[in-house]
């Protein structure tokens, strides 16, 4: 069974993160996705407008994900090992940087690929939230 990991954050869920995971289930059997926990989302320097518990319900319920888990912390190599990942799905902003080429070499080693797939043009949780904020701001205007 070729088993698949990928990990975000996923506030604000939109067809970008619909469309990593169908990319990526069309590469494996079993498609585990990690949700980012509110602590480490706060250690990132960023705030969550979706409780975890809420967010990782909503990953849980997409058909291309056949489970859902808790992200504790940044190692992505040591969850891929612990749950038998055989690919890391990324995307692709990430490609060719120092980082990512060191990651590769380290995911190489234990026999994991990192596949990279294209973001969806258009589409940003950062975006989404600025769009937003600049909404609630004008609302708040309204109302004065």
Not at 15 to 33: E, P, R, W
Not at 60 to 86: E, F, H, N, W
Request: a positive charge.
């Amino acid at each position: 069974m070729i088993i698949g990991y990928t990990t975000g954050v996923y506030d604000l869920f939109h067809v970008g993160h619909l469309n990593l995971f169908k990319n990526a289930k069309g590469m494996c059997d079993k498609l585990i996705v990690g949700v980012t926990v509110d602590e480490l989302v706060k250690y990132k320097g960023k705030t969550s407008m979706i409780p975890f518990e809420d967010r990782i319900e909503l990953i849980r319920s997409c058909r291309y994900i056949d489970a859902a888990v808790p992200q504790y912390d940044m190692d992505k190599l040591t969850a891929c090992k612990k749950l038998g990942a055989s690919y890391l799905f990324v995307g692709d902003d990430w490609y060719g940087t120092d980082k990512w080429k060191k990651y590769e070499e380290e995911f190489s080693k234990e026999g994991i690929k990192i596949v990279y797939f294209p973001y969806t043009k258009g589409i940003s949780s950062t975006k989404i939230t600025e769009a937003l904020k600049a909404v609630r701001k004008d609302d708040l205007q309204d109302v004065k």
